[in-house]
Structure formats: C-alpha cells, structure tokens
C-alpha cells in the first residue's frame, strides 16, 4: 500500500512518505543550520516540529536532538528514538492528519521549498574508514596490477579490508573538487612524475552513518551491529590512480585519496531501507565466528553514474551497478571495525567500497571501465579515458518499491583544474 502525504510528492520523487530521509540544511545562509527531513520537493524543519512540542514520544518529547547544528545527538540516541521519530513524522505528514495540513502559518514555517535551502554535511564526520567489499572491483583491480592468478589477495574472503581515510576532506554533494597535484608513477628508469594528476577517478560507493558508537576495548556483535547503523548515504570516494599507484606500497591508500570524498545530502534509514532488504552473497570460504552472522542481508538499490562534460548540454550513463553486489555486509564491517577494540563515535563514515557488479556495463569507476586506461568510454561522442577538467560526476540511488520510491537523490562534483 502507497502512503499518502498531504505534501504533493510525484510518483517519480525519491522521498515519498515511506522514505523520510534525514539532513540538515539552512533555510537561508544567515540562519543557523537545522535537522530537516525530505518529502517530496520540500524540507521539513524538524526544529519547527520539535519547539512546536509535537514530538509528543517518551523519548523525544523533552529532547532538543532537533535543535542542533548536526545530526549527531540524534544519531547517538538509537533505534528506540529513530522509530519513535519515523512514526512521529508519518503520523504528521499523512493526508488524514490535520495538524499541518490544516495549520497554513505551521505549513509555511517548517515546509520549505528544496531547491531553496542549502545542504550541509548531515552529521560531524569524526572518522572515516572505506572498505573494500566488491568482490568483482577487488577481482577487477587485482587483475589489472597483479595477474588474474593473484587477482584477489589471499586475506580478501577472511576479513572486509579497509583503510582508514581522511574526515576533513569529506565534502557535501555540489562542492567542487580540484585536481590534486602529487606523485606519479615513474615510467620506466625516468623519476616519478609530479603535477597535476593525469589519472583522475571516480569511485560508486556508499556509506553507512553510525548510530551509537562503542566504548573503547567493547568490541559490537556482528548480531547487534544493525542497531549502530542509522542509515545509508552515496558516496564518491574520487582517486588519483597515478598518484595511488606510486604511493600504496606498503601502508595503503594517502594523497591519492585524502584530496576530497563527496558525500549526498540525505541520509536514508535502514528502517527506510528494510522492505528492499535481500539475502546477501553466499560466503565461501565460512567466515569466522565474530564475523558469521544469524541473518545476513543486502539491500536492493539500484546505482547510476553520469558524466556531464563541460559545455556538454546533457550528461551520460556511464555505469548501472547495485548495493546487492557486495560481498561483505555493513554489519560484518562494522563488527570486524570494532573486534579489536576500537571505538566507533556517533556520525562516524564507513564506505563500502567500489561497488561493482559483474557484467561489463556495471563497474563502479573508470580505472575498471576503461581498464586503467587501455581503452576510452564514449560520452556523446566526446572520449574519457579519466576524468578532465570541467567533468560532473553525478550518482544517483534508488530502491523501487510497488509504486513509490525510496531514493537517496544525488551527489554530484565538479572538476576544477589543478592550482
Ligand atoms: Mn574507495
């Protein structure tokens, strides 16, 4: 059954009532940033909602995780408080309630046009890990630099590989990326390279928010590690190839990496999530104990990534992949993160890695598209071999549901030329 809102939402939108995505915004850039969530084409100010007193739970009701510059309060009070919060909010938003639909100075003070508002980050990002979780991107890569006999490392199908990646760099959706300068590999007995990277990448990723963190030394049982996600954002992990290349040996991923990650504005709810949950990949070899869970699943949503060339007056699809793919699930993840002890904090980012899928039209970024390089993608008769200044990369997510959806909209950067 279809939900209905008295918010107009079109039957195409990603945030119809079912999904209630969470962000924060500003209404106009000299008012203080705000907790909102996505209804159709319109924002709803959730500090309106709560100075209104119509977070009438037992947990929100005297709480001011609303009237915060961040989501972090809010993230850090758990499932019990998100449910009472999603239940709150279609109660408010359905078309048989009246107290917005029927209060026009209410409507007008919390319902704010979309395209009006600007998105900030939704949550202050204290770390940020990206794994490595495609089986077919680790395969595909691996081939690429070490031979299809070692493509895959012998430690990839015991543990969710990861590397531990910068926070300050992460940036929100329509922030344009510079080209780094760095290393590049040498050719040959030439030096190593240095300039403006030549090998400019995009990788199709998502990434889990965390809810309540944990103590340090308390690891999380891969059987609880759902309560401590609260939900899914798109992420584009851009990588230099030249500059990774050169640099990963022996301690991983650093400038190639660090120079920007962008993030979507919206972070949609496992709760939101849980009617497109799926069975995950069959693990073989079984994993061990901390990391073997009782209910393993993935979640059907579908990917796309578009290239809009400077000058170019419409974008291409340049890849179609899906979040089903990966291999390793988020709680399995966020269960290995914290085995050792480490603590995990409220707002904290945990990307999935490249999501690539098997066929040849679903790989997550350039370097497998193009096969680093070795062959060109046509973009309206334009060829891109990586990305060129001016270049827009845009994703987008959606999980279709019978008659509505439930999407995460889009993050989008731009490539401006190296200082
Ligand atoms: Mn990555």
Same mark, same amino acid.
């Given at each position: 059954m279809v939900l209905n809102s008295f918010v107009q939402v079109h039957p195409d939108s990603h945030f119809p009532l079912e999904n209630l995505p969470y962000g924060v915004f500003k209404p106009q850039e000299s008012l203080e940033p705000r907790p909102g969530v996505a209804i159709g084409d319109y924002v709803l100010d959730l500090s309106v909602v709560s100075s209104a007193g119509l977070f009438d739970g037992p947990i929100l009701n005297s709480s001011d995780c609303f009237l915060q510059p961040s989501l972090n309060k809010f993230l850090g009070m758990g499932r019990p408080a998100w449910k009472e919060a999603r239940a709150t909010l279609?109660?408010?938003?359905s078309s048989d309630n009246p107290t917005f639909r029927d209060n026009a100075s209410l409507r007008e003070k919390s319902l704010l046009p979309m395209d009006k508002v600007k998105m900030l980050l939704p949550a202050v990002i204290g770390d940020y890990t990206d794994f490595f979780s495609s089986m077919h991107h680790a395969k595909n890569c691996g081939t690429m630099f070490r031979g299809p006999e070692n493509a895959i490392p012998p430690n990839w199908f015991h543990l969710p590989?990861? !590397?531990?990646?910068?926070?300050?760099?992460?940036?929100?959706?329509?922030?344009?990326?510079?080209?780094?300068?760095?290393?590049?590999?040498?050719?040959? $007995?030439?030096?190593? !390279?240095?300039?403006?990277?030549?090998?400019?990448?995009?990788?199709?990723?998502?990434? %889990?928010?965390?809810?309540?963190? $944990?103590?340090?030394?308390?690891?999380?049982?891969?059987?609880?590690? %759902?309560?401590?996600?609260?939900?899914?954002?798109?992420m584009n992990d851009w990588s230099a190839r030249d500059i990774q290349a050169w640099e990963y040996v022996p301690l991983g991923p650093f400038l190639g990496k660090s120079f920007g990650t962008t993030v979507s504005p919206w972070i949609v709810t496992l709760d939101a999530l849980e009617p497109f949950a799926c069975d995950a990949p069959k693990q073989e070899p079984h994993p061990l104990p901390y990391l073997a869970e009782k209910n393993s699943k993935n979640y059907d949503i579908s990917l796309e990534v578009r290239i809009k060339p400077s000058g170019q007056e419409h974008s291409s699809v340049v890849t179609s992949s899906n979040f089903k793919h990966l291999y390793w699930t988020l709680t399995q993840q966020l269960a290995h993160h914290t085995i050792n002890g480490c603590n995990l904090r409220p707002g904290d980012l945990l990307g999935t890695g490249t999501i690539s899928g098997p066929e040849p039209e679903s790989l997550g970024c350039l370097l497998e598209l193009t096969w680093n390089g070795q062959k060109s993608l046509s973009l309206n008769g334009l060829n891109r071999k990586f990305l060129e200044d001016g270049d827009e990369v845009i994703f987008a997510g959606c999980c279709k549901g019978n008659g509505y959806n439930v999407g995460f909209g889009t993050c989008s950067g731009k490539i401006l030329p190296a200082p």
């Open positions: 279609q109660k408010l938003l590989i990861a !590397y531990h990646g910068r926070a300050s760099s992460i940036v929100i959706s329509g922030t344009d990326i510079i080209r780094p300068r760095g290393q590049g590999h040498p050719v040959g $007995n030439s030096p190593p !390279y240095f300039g403006p990277s030549l090998k400019l990448d995009f990788e199709l990723e998502m990434a %889990a928010v965390v809810g309540p963190g $944990n103590e340090l030394g308390k690891p999380i049982d891969v059987n609880e590690a %759902a309560d401590h996600i609260f939900g899914l954002v798109l």
